[in-house]
Nanobody, 115 residues
């Protein structure tokens, strides 16, 4: 079972920045869409951003202008640059990757925004 690997989470102050990375481990070819979702306590999981294999992107309204998703296809890695962080960005962040019509997930990484 393929599981993606997130890194880069942690604690940031309001107004600060963090960069998340999502690695597809092993020698895997054919990853198409990749994305980031998040889930705050007591809330449903929600889309943060997605990126296609040719780098077309879409974002949740709540993060537009603050977050940037990107990817390095040669490294099978996606990134989420998070700037101007707010306390309401606090959540567990999950990355996803689509391969042969199936969506694979990471186990999630905590991001906490607090002073």
């Amino acid at each position: 079972q393929l599981q993606l690997e997130e890194s880069g989470g942690g604690l940031a102050q309001p107004g600060g920045s963090l960069r998340l990375s999502c690695l597809v481990p092993g020698t895997i070819f054919g990853i198409t869409g990749m994305g980031w979702y998040r889930q705050a306590p007591g809330q449903p999981r929600e889309l943060v951003a997605r990126i296609t294999v040719d780098s077309n992107t879409n974002y949740a309204d709540s993060v537009k202008g603050r977050f940037t998703i990107s990817r390095d296809n040669a490294k099978n890695t996606a990134y989420l640059q998070m700037n101007s962080l707010k306390p309401e960005d606090t959540a567990v962040y999950y990355c996803t990757g689509r391969l042969l019509g199936h969506e694979y997930w990471g186990q999630g990484i905590q991001v906490t925004v607090s002073s």
